[in-house]
């Protein structure tokens, strides 16, 4: 596996995403929170773009004791949603939310100094 030049990591703003194609392989490369993640853009539902639809952050219920919804809230922890079908995944993991045995291809990103490298 080589590492691939994919940008300046100065020209990431958090929240930014890229799409790269490195071979036979594309690639969604995200940056949240000042780290990078990348993932196979290949989603696990039909093959669509898992790595081009809306990132959002992970909603979550909350409830009573009694079991009775006090609400739904945002969390800190971010997530990608494939457009084609709504296949919501892990930012930091790659792991599809409702079933965390699905998981995207997870690429290492490299960082030197302000350059911004995937192994592929």
């Not at 930012?91 to 192994?119: A, I």
Request: negative net charge; aromatic residues 12%; contains cysteine.
């Amino acid at each position: 596996m080589a590492e691939q030049f994919v940008g300046k990591a100065s020209e990431f703003k958090d929240g930014d995403r890229q799409i790269v194609r490195i071979g036979e392989h594309e690639i969604g490369i995200f940056r949240h929170e000042g780290e990078f993640y990348a993932y196979s853009n290949f989603c696990l539902h039909q093959g669509g773009p898992a790595c081009e639809g809306l990132t959002i952050a992970r909603v979550e219920e909350r409830l009573r004791p009694d079991k009775t919804s006090m609400g739904l809230h945002f969390t800190n922890d971010m997530n990608f949603v494939c457009p084609w079908h709504g296949y919501e995944y892990d930012m930091k993991t790659g792991e599809h939310v409702s079933n965390r045995k699905l998981k995207l291809r997870k690429y290492d990103v490299v960082q030197k100094g302000n350059d911004v490298y995937v192994v592929a």
